[in-house]
């Protein structure tokens, strides 16, 4: 709060000396406050000095001193009647706008592609068309005229200028000057508004426009327009003319003869200089196409056209005389085909709004080629889904699941797709979504959706994002999981096994990004398995074929089909005949991580550790960890920080060690696929495989060889090097990369050079080598006739060999 000096105050106080004042000027405070007396009693007022009014203070206040006391503020309490009858008096104003600037803002800033220019004009003469219709169930006079209720689009492409003329209800000169005249103002939502007001209000209207806006959409390509117009309801005909970046228009009768209209209006564009192609015929044939196909009124395009005839070919006199014909013999004619070229209305929008009408009505075959026509397509779909949503939010839609994806290999990373056709009231709005109506991972949904409520800007070109978005996202997606579900159950099995040839990754896809939709998603997924190598099964089918005894379920991840057969994880599984999913896709183990389980059983990797197959005898558990636990500490001890522990495999059956994940860390099929990621971060790389647990078999000879020379000789050169082959051939056959392949190339030379010594060389280098090997003999001899034949165990067979 500011303070005034006693020079200040005591000039207010000589100021207001018997005078009540409203306003005080100078720059006073709001905050400060001087006394009034109006009398000599001991009650006074205070005022503040930038407040009208009086004011009021709670409780008696002392008269002001203004030499002996200081300046205190009170409380300033103002009441409504007091400040109601001082309030100056109050102007209203309209806000204005510069219409030039207005214009342009619209035209280059509203809209971002031209080409909708088209759409609009023809939403507004279906508008039109739609009035005419509607009045004139009460007002038969307005059809007086047997016109046909059409949209025509004549093109000059040599001289830039495009006509569209409608058989609608027309403008009166008033209407011309309200409509035309005044941006953003709507005669259809003027309209729509009638209706509501009147006593029809719940009569069915497919009226479009809404915003006022759309006319001068044509600017966006025209330099000039021409608005030519007759209203049923007045004799004369109207013109009227605007111009690219002018604030003023003209409005005149049309006297030409020639130019009359029966009823309606006709719009004539005279195009700018570079927007010149968009009067060839085969443009706007296009774009009536993409945007107006399913207006309900028919709309002609004057077409270029051609037969196939034949005409006489003039024979020449001297090849006549030269074949020497005979004069009396009829001669045949010459002739030849030619192509005669005309011009004629052509109906553009032949294709009807089939989600229109009720599912029951519509035919297969009519879904069929409704899809072929509307999507340029060769093909049947797959399936086809027509429902309609009524509620909350209102819209129809039919979807179409596709028979294979557009190139073989969807891009399912982008999620910008073209295969959602967005219509309001039959006009086609955008097909360029980004997730708003799909997730991207079933943006290979193909289809259309028609509301007539929906959030839209004002150009008529974005889907704003609003709760009727998110209801109609939530409905679409129930629908297509309907839809592919009734290709998953449906007796010919070979639909669902294209589908999942073709989409497959899709909903792979969606088990990770949609978590809410679970429950749909894992029914539909399919994988093989160790007891189904050439079919692919569901996850329903695994758990029908679930051991009574078994509470998980259990996969392996790996690069192909034939390492996921053959790996050593499998051993164990396979003889307690466990059926295991093969996960063989790289997205594969991350969709199945995201969906932990399946109807209550937990998805279990069985190359991590902790595995547990139902069958544990802690007793038997206990005597073996005694009898191999200095093996494992051995082991440990040479092998130092490239693992994590060594323990007892209760996996294994025929191999003698494999390398295991820590449970919470990549498998090794994911760090592989990690290491492959063009911005792989190596840090995080070396913290997730860091944990490595080597598993060892207590049954297998190689393991009980090695411990006994763990117990006789453990700094034996041979035996810690065989502890290293050990580890690099289960690193190999677990699926991890090794981390040094020279070396591991190198001991495998060596082997094989021990192994072929003496067969085909001399006798002398043979005996050498067998004196230099006779310690690594003596160490694998009771080991050879033991070995199974598998593919990890090449490199000890190599050994033995010799």
């Not at 300033?76 to 803002?105: F, G, H, W």
Request: with cysteine.
């Amino acid at each position: 709060m500011h303070r005034l000096s006693k020079r200040s105050v005591n000039a207010i106080l000589r100021s207001t000396s018997g005078v009540r004042y409203r306003d005080v000027a100078g720059p006073i405070s709001s905050s400060h406050l001087f006394y009034e007396s109006a009398d000599a009693d001991s009650k006074g007022r205070w005022y503040s000095a930038l407040t009208s009014g009086t004011g009021n203070v709670t409780g008696s206040t002392k008269p002001f001193k203004s030499r002996n006391e200081p300046f205190l503020g009170c409380l300033y309490e103002s009441t409504a009647a007091a400040s109601d009858a001082s309030d100056s008096p109050s102007e209203k104003y309209e806000y204005q706008a510069e219409v030039s600037r207005l214009m342009d803002i619209i035209v280059n800033s509203l809209y971002s592609n031209k080409e909708v220019f088209l759409r609009e004009l023809i939403s507004n003469a279906s508008d039109a068309l739609d009035k005419l219709r509607f009045l004139g169930v009460t007002e038969p006079e307005l059809l007086k005229d047997a016109v046909d209720l059409d949209i025509r689009i004549q093109t000059d492409k040599d001289n830039g200028i495009i006509t569209i003329t409608d058989s609608g209800i027309g403008m009166t000169r008033q209407e011309l000057v309200d409509c035309l005249g005044t941006i953003a103002q709507s005669g259809t939502a003027k309209f729509l508004k009638a209706l509501k007001d009147s006593k029809d209000a719940g009569a069915d209207s497919n009226l479009i426009g809404q915003f006022g806006v759309g006319f001068y959409s044509t600017f966006l390509v025209s330099e000039r327009v021409e608005v030519s117009t007759k209203s049923p309801k007045s004799d004369k005909q109207y013109v009227w003319v605007g111009e690219a970046n002018a604030s003023t228009y003209t409005i005149r009768e049309e006297t030409d003869p020639a130019k009359q209209l029966p009823r309606g209006t006709r719009l004539t564009l005279y195009l700018k200089r570079d927007d010149k192609g968009f009067a060839h015929p085969e443009k706007v044939e296009k774009l009536v196409k993409n945007y107006s196909q399913f207006v309900s009124f028919p709309i002609y395009t004057w077409q270029e056209k051609g037969y196939t005839k034949e005409v006489e070919v003039d024979e020449d006199p001297a090849e006549a005389k030269k074949e020497g014909e005979d004069d009396t013999a009829e001669k045949k004619k010459k002739t030849k085909k030619v192509v005669e070229k005309y011009w004629d209305w052509e109906l553009t929008n032949e294709t009807q709004p089939i989600w229109l009408r009720s599912p029951k009505e519509v035919s297969k075959e009519e879904y069929n080629e409704f899809y072929r026509k509307t999507f340029n397509e060769y093909l049947d779909p797959l399936a086809s889904s027509h429902f309609t949503t009524e509620g909350e939010v209102e819209f129809r839609s039919v979807l179409f699941v596709p028979p294979v994806s557009p190139t073989g290999k969807d891009d399912i990373v982008n999620p910008k797709t073209k295969n959602i056709r967005l219509y309001v009231k039959r006009v086609f709005i955008s097909d360029d979504f980004d997730g708003e109506l799909f997730p991207r991972y079933l943006s290979f949904i193909k289809g259309v959706v028609d509301s007539n409520d929906l959030p839209l800007n004002v150009s008529r070109e974005i889907l704003q994002e609003s709760r009727i978005v998110r209801i109609m996202r939530k409905r679409l997606v129930r629908k297509a999981f309907e839809m592919i579900q009734g290709i998953a159950l449906s007796e010919n099995r070979d639909d669902y096994e294209t589908f999942w040839e073709n989409f497959g990754k899709h909903l792979k896809l969606g088990c990770i990004e949609d978590r809410e939709n679970h429950k749909r998603l894992a029914p539909l997924l399919r994988f093989f398995s160790s007891q189904s190598e050439n079919e692919m099964i569901s996850l329903d089918e695994y758990v029908e074929n679930m051991k009574p005894d078994q509470k998980d379920i259990y996969y392996i991840a790996s690069d192909s089909l034939t390492s996921a057969k053959n790996t050593p994880f499998l051993e164990k599984l396979l003889e307690k005949d466990l059926e295991v999913l093969f996960l063989v896709d790289p997205i594969d183990e991350v969709a199945i991580q995201n969906v932990k389980l399946y109807k209550e059983k937990n998805f279990i990797d069985i190359s991590k550790e902790d595995l547990d197959l139902g069958d544990k005898d802690e007793d038997k558990e206990k005597e073996i960890k005694q009898e191999f636990g200095q093996t494992c500490d051995w082991i440990k001890k040479r092998l130092g920080d490239k693992i994590a522990s060594v323990q007892i495999s209760n996996r294994l059956s025929s191999s003698p060690c494999v390398l295991v994940s820590g449970k919470f860390g990549w498998s090794a099929n994911m760090e592989r696929l990690m290491k492959a990621q063009t911005v792989s971060d190596t840090s995080s790389l070396e913290f997730m495989r860091s944990r490595r647990v080597f598993e060892i078999n207590p049954e297998h000879p190689i393991i009980r060889t090695l411990t006994e020379a763990c117990r006789s000789t453990p700094d034996d050169e041979e035996a810690l090097r065989a502890i290293d082959l050990l580890y690099d051939a289960a690193l190999v056959s677990s699926g991890f990369t090794p981390e040094n392949p020279a070396q591991l190339g190198g001991k495998i030379y060596e082997m094989m050079n021990f192994a072929l010594a003496g067969k085909w060389g001399t006798v002398g280098g043979y005996q050498q080598q067998k004196v230099k090997l006779k310690r690594r003999i003596f160490c694998f001899r009771n080991l050879y006739l033991k070995a199974e034949i598998h593919p990890p165990l090449f490199l000890y067979r190599n050994v033995l060999i010799y």
